[in-house]
């Protein structure tokens, strides 16, 4: 009997503290809720216009390819994510690739092609939608890095430059390098092949984006 009372005595002792336990619960789930619902839609707009408003930074030389089948000249509404891509085409320099997009005929381009020495070439203004990743075109920044060879690794200096430039745009937006995507997880296609070869090296390399990051 009086293990009995002694237990209902702490049951109710301790009902309280479950009551402010079960109230901080539903606080913090409805605080959770709310932000997710208000996460300042407004900021995060501006922020993405901010992008499409913004012109590249000195090292990017600016070299737009003419308006046809690949650069339609239609509006970016949203920038949602950053597309990297290898273009395929071992050794070719970012001059021969933004040359390509640029043909009458051809009906891919990116906004920048990285070359071998880690020059950056612009060919599609960040407000027009570019032709290189599928259903993202709609909404992605797209990137292609030139390789030296098949196994599409991408050499030091084409690599650091690739990290400058992601972690500029990321920086010019509301993107971070969680936002930054492989063309393969569009479509599934093998690119940026080492990339996907090495998924442990694209995470590495999402690590160094979020590192250069801190220096903004
Ligand atoms: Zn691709």
């Given at each position: 009997?009086q293990?009995?009372t ?19 619960i539903?606080?913090f ?9 208000f996460?300042?839609?407004?900021t995060?707009?501006?922020?993405k216009l901010n992008?499409?408003s913004?012109?590249?930074p ?14 339609r000249?239609t ?6 994510y ?6 395929g ?8 690739n ?5 043909k009458?005929?051809?009906?891919v381009?990116?906004h920048?092609v990285?070359?071998l020495d ?11 939608k570019?032709a290189?990743?599928?259903n993202?075109n709609?909404d992605?920044?797209s990137i ?9 690794k991408?050499?030091?200096a ?5 990290v400058?430039?992601?972690?500029w745009?990321c ?6 390098e ?10 599934g296609k093998?690119c ?6 090495h998924?442990?090296?694209w995470e590495?390399?999402?690590?160094d ?8």
């Amino acid at each position: 009997m009086q293990t009995n009372t002694l237990k209902k005595r702490r049951r109710r002792k301790l009902r309280p503290i479950f009551k402010i336990l079960f109230a901080l619960i539903i606080i913090f789930t409805l605080i959770f809720v709310l932000n997710k619902v208000f996460k300042t839609p407004n900021t995060v707009f501006e922020k993405k216009l901010n992008l499409k408003s913004v012109s590249a930074p000195d090292y990017v030389d600016v070299e737009l390819i003419p308006k046809g089948i690949a650069r339609r000249g239609t509006v970016l509404k949203e920038i949602n994510y950053i597309v990297v891509h290898y273009t395929g085409n071992p050794n070719s320099t970012a001059k021969n690739n933004r040359d390509y997009f640029a043909k009458p005929d051809t009906a891919v381009c990116s906004h920048f092609v990285i070359g071998l020495d880690g020059e950056i070439i612009q060919c599609v203004p960040l407000n027009e939608k570019s032709a290189a990743s599928n259903n993202r075109n709609i909404d992605s920044i797209s990137i292609e890095v030139c390789h030296i060879d098949e196994t599409g690794k991408f050499n030091e200096a084409t690599y650091n430059s690739l990290v400058k430039l992601v972690a500029w745009l990321c920086d010019n937006s509301s993107l971070t390098e969680k936002d930054v995507i492989r063309h393969y997880d569009v479509t599934g296609k093998q690119c940026p092949k080492y990339f996907v070869d090495h998924s442990e090296k694209w995470e590495e390399f999402k690590n160094d984006v979020k590192e250069e990051l801190k220096k903004y």
